[in-house]
């Protein structure tokens, strides 16, 4: 800095923000998936995850305070998606899937999430599923009708990571079930509407 001046800094240093700014404006979606959640995974890691893991594992009882010192499961890979965080984790040995299931409603509550999901992706570690977003908090509206004629899996909603529910009809047997109120008859009549163009 000293030997150039600013001015030469300031061309080197330029060209970075300024390409981040154009990819931004030109193409939004891209920028997000690519750029935009990987920093928001790394803000999240730094000051939700890693800042309260150890006072949060201690009072749900996930860690071990043994002989003065705190045994805690180890906090992995933050990955953020549009809708959520999924958060890897490798449990102390001695534990099982079942602690952790017992506890989902604290780590849900502690981190400041609507829910807690926990699933093992190989032997000692678990994926936590975190939603910072419900997609399905507000009815969806009707799909329109396909345009073309098919039996294939026919779309009859939204995933809750906004993916199109797929429901394969031809050549299975379908079973809808579920409490008053839960949406069955909804389930039947898109899957209906799915099939009007192929009646």
């Given amino acids: 800095m000293s030997t150039f001046g600013w001015q030469v800094a300031l061309l080197v240093l330029a060209p970075v923000p300024t390409g981040?700014?154009?990819?931004?404006?030109?193409?939004?979606?891209s920028f997000i998936r690519v750029i935009g959640l990987r920093l928001l995974a790394w803000w999240r890691l730094t000051w939700v995850y890693r800042r309260h893991w150890q006072p949060v594992m201690i009072v749900s009882g996930l860690g071990r305070p043994l002989w003065g010192?705190?045994?805690l499961p180890r906090l992995g890979k933050i990955t953020c998606t549009a809708w959520a965080d999924l958060v890897t984790v490798r449990m102390?040995?001695?534990q099982s899937v079942k602690d952790w299931a017992d506890r989902l409603d604290h780590l849900a509550q502690c981190f400041g999430a609507a829910s807690c999901r926990a699933a093992v992706t190989r032997g000692g570690h678990l994926q936590l599923t975190l939603p910072r977003t419900d997609?399905?908090?507000?009815?969806?509206?009707?799909?329109?009708?396909?345009?073309?004629?098919?039996?294939?899996?026919?779309?009859?909603?939204?995933?809750?990571?906004?993916?199109?529910?797929?429901?394969?009809?031809?050549?299975?047997?379908?079973l809808v079930a579920g409490a008053t109120g839960a949406g069955k008859g909804s389930i039947i009549w898109s899957t209906i509407r799915g099939l009007l163009p192929a009646v």
């Fill in 135 to 174: 997609p399905l908090a507000v009815p969806l509206a009707a799909l329109p009708l396909p345009e073309a004629p098919t039996v294939e899996p026919v779309e009859i909603g939204k995933q809750e990571d906004g993916r199109p529910w797929l429901l394969k009809v031809h050549g299975t047997h379908v």
């Fill in 20 to 29: 981040l700014l154009a990819w931004a404006v030109t193409d939004w979606l």
């Fill in 92 to 94: 102390l040995k001695g």
């Fill in 69 to 71: 010192r705190d045994y």
